[in-house]
């Protein structure tokens, strides 16, 4: 019996991680991309203290995650990407 947050990540080879990029849609590539590049802009401006031109960026990423989001759930709900997730 395992318990699923105590299971370790394997990274899969590139050529396993093309043939599951060669079956999925080229939207949803695109969309999956775009969230974590979101999600690591998001991470970018944490603190409690951050300029007007800081929060406007962290508002703009936001958006942007959100968006790219909203296609990756209509494909799969588990496929969304979280700014503090470590997948």
């Known amino acids: 019996m395992t318990a699923s947050h105590l299971l370790v990540p394997v990274p899969i080879p590139d050529r ?3 043939l599951i990029g060669a079956c999925t849609p080229a939207h ?3 969309a999956e ?10 991470r970018r401006f ?17 958006s942007e995650l959100a968006r ?7 494909h799969h709900p588990r496929l969304v990407v979280r700014p503090g997730s470590a997948w």
Do not use: H
């Open 16 to 18: 396993i991680a093309a």
């Open 68 to 74: 790219a989001n909203k296609v990756l759930a209509a």
């Open 28 to 30: 949803i590539l695109q």
């Open 46 to 62: 944490r603190g409690p203290r951050l300029g007007i031109e800081d929060q406007a960026d962290r508002e703009q990423a936001l």
């Open 33 to 42: 991309f775009d969230a974590d590049c979101a999600a690591r802009e998001v």
